[in-house]
């Protein structure tokens, strides 16, 4: 255990109160800093997340742990709740050892936005600490990616002027007053979008404060899709409106903001950030800030979000009651599954809930709030015990008003039912009448249809002349029974001519009464007949059977057009590239990130773009190619500093390891070479 340590202040980083430690211990090196806290002289520290806090925490006493630190000296809240449970466990996990993956565990690595090349502090902020605790600190919040200005003085923050890139690899940086610019303390910065990063920075040290484990992103999912269905942007049970959405979220932002913060969005377009976080978050890590941007388009904040309610569906979470009131159970929870359908060509969700008892009800979403559990739109289904309830009131001679009452449902549907009681030969005949025409006027009609459209009929028909109507309109089951009786009586015939000639008719009576059927509809419904004859009288069934359809395909693309837009940007865009202050490798996939083309990234329909695809592979870059040309511009920048190179330097600067350095080393000479004559 340590004799002695530099105890953090406020919202300090452990990187901070390491420097102040290593400053106060009077170690020469500091090395010999890390030997002491880490046992180990060879870590490279983390400005943002820190590592080996297991052996760390060892070394500082009782009075710290693994988990205070990762709370309150990183920044890691600021990731937390955009996290799933499983990363988080991961990354309590990675903090312990050498915490190499987790960069990549919170979407660092792929989704960069506004990386600090430095450290940052608000003067105001600094004075302040001089004040009360002698000497300034690295505040986290001052720290965090996307986030400009300071939440509690709400003014731009500063750059220290010590580059930990030009500092040593093993070094802590220690805030020095000497080097900070403290003056000006109140004047006011003007930006145009000052309003908005001001309420990001408060939403982001908000973060901060909270404890790790009370979000994740899978319950912040759930609050996204609650002010979704508030706000009327989901589509069906799942669909976003995303053409709509996008717009919406793209005018609330000024001109440029999004731009500047990195998150572009556009209307068209497919893998979009903002559709992939409503969507696929459990795939990929959405940085925080792309989070905090749509918390203040739906005009939230930490708090608020706290307070939101996780989205159930447009029905609640089950079970639902049972609105039978014939029923012993009547308003139980004794439902346990809803069938959510939309209605056709609209945007209406319907949710139909069934019984064991045969009661079923259906009612238009979503659920406004917990009182709409209990109401229904229509009934599909009554059951048994609601027939019976009906029955024994009609014959107790009870008034259609109180019946209706009584079972909770409209006067209309006990008259209606009530008549459809009473059988006469007139109202038997009136009925059969009303079948026949409707036969003659839709001859291609099923039985399903009938029930549909004239539902009373039918049902009389059903209940007081059901031989008649099983003649007159039999169900598909019964139609399917006999042919199936047909099939086995031919069976049993030795003459297979007969078996031909009977699945012939079959066929042809089915084509003259559906003339528009399909191949595939015909084999749906007379499967056992197209099959034989398929098999045994293949000539006459394909010459009768109707030609086949071939899907129509329209290609509108014109990929010659294409090809040379395509050409045309990456032309424009990779002269930026190559002059970036930090350089990066050239590869498809970054010019598929930066100009918005998915098909550059993946080579799809890359044969179709041949000038595309010839200038990528003139221009894009090996690792080797990336290496040599960014040691060259470190060659370059040596020699406007010291006009000499050291090699051992040139490889740390670059990231370059050491296998690697020792095979581009000639070229490097060469190049060196070149410079000096």
Known sequence: MLPFFTDPYPDELIYSAISRFHFYSGNISFVETLEELFQSRSIVPSIEFGSHFSTLV?????????????????????????????????????????????????????????????????????????????????????????????????????????????????????????????????????????????????????????????????????????????????????????????????????????????????????????????????????????????????????????????????????????????????????????????????????????????????????????????????????????????????????????????????????????????????????????????????????????????????TYLYKNDREWLDVNLPSQRDTNRIQLNQIVNLNDKDNGENRIEHFRSLLLESMRECPDDTRTKLWKKLYTACKYLSENDKEWFDANLPLKRRAKTKNTTDWNLRDQEYCKKIKQVYPELTALEKPVRITRTLFSKRLNIFNLAINNHIEKLPKTNKLLNEITETVREFQIRRCCKAIDQMFEQTNSVGFEKLRETCAVSTKHFKEIKPLLEEYISKKQM
């Open 58 to 458: 060892q070394k500082l006493g009782k009075n710290y742990s693994v988990e205070s630190l990762l709370s309150n000296n990183t920044i890691y809240p600021y990731f937390a709740p955009f996290t799933t449970i499983e990363r988080q466990k991961k990354v309590y996990e990675d903090v312990q050892t050498n915490g190499q993956a987790i960069h990549g565990r919170l979407g660092i690595s792929s989704g960069k936005i506004c990386r600090k090349d430095g450290l940052y502090y608000c003067s105001m902020c600094s004075d302040k600490d001089i004040k009360i605790y002698g000497e300034p600190y690295i505040h986290r919040e001052h720290q965090l990616q996307g986030i400009d200005y300071c939440p509690h003085h709400e003014l731009m923050l500063k750059k220290y002027p010590v580059d930990y890139k030009d500092f040593s690899r093993h070094g802590y940086i220690r805030f020095d007053r000497r080097h900070m610019d403290l003056t000006n303390l109140k004047e006011i910065e003007s930006s145009e979008f000052k309003e908005i990063q001001v309420k990001l920075a408060k939403m982001a040290y908000r973060l901060l404060q909270m404890p790790i484990n009370q979000l994740s992103v899978e319950k912040v999912h759930l609050k996204y899709r609650t002010l979704l269905r508030e706000n009327n942007w989901i589509m069906t049970n799942s669909r976003l409106k995303r053409e709509e959405l996008f717009k919406a979220f793209i005018s609330k932002f000024p001109k440029g903001f999004l731009e500047k913060y990195e998150s572009p969005l556009r209307v068209e377009g497919q893998n979009q950030w903002l559709q992939v976080m409503l969507t696929n978050y459990l795939r990929y890590s959405i940085h925080p800030f792309r989070h905090l941007l749509l918390l203040y388009f739906f005009n939230q904040d930490i708090d608020s979000l706290l307070q939101i309610n996780e989205d159930d569906g447009p029905f609640g979470s089950g079970p639902w009651p049972c609105l039978n009131k014939a029923a012993k159970h009547y308003k139980d929870l004794v439902i346990s599954e809803v069938k959510i359908k939309r209605r056709d060509n609209t945007n209406v969700l319907v949710g139909k809930f069934s019984c064991s008892c045969g009661f079923e009800y259906t009612r238009i979403g979503p659920d406004k709030d917990e009182e709409d559990k209990w109401r229904k739109n229509r009934i599909t289904g009554y059951g048994n015990a609601w027939e019976e309830k009906f029955d024994k009131l009609v014959n107790m001679n009870i008034s259609p008003k109180k019946i209706a009452f009584e079972l909770d449902v409209s006067l209309r549907t006990i008259t209606n039912r009530i008549a459809l009681k009473v059988t006469t030969p007139k109202l038997t005949e009136k009925f059969r009448a009303e079948l026949l025409e409707w036969r003659e006027n839709f001859p291609n009609s099923n039985r399903k249809q009938f029930q549909t459209e004239l539902k009373k009929t039918f």
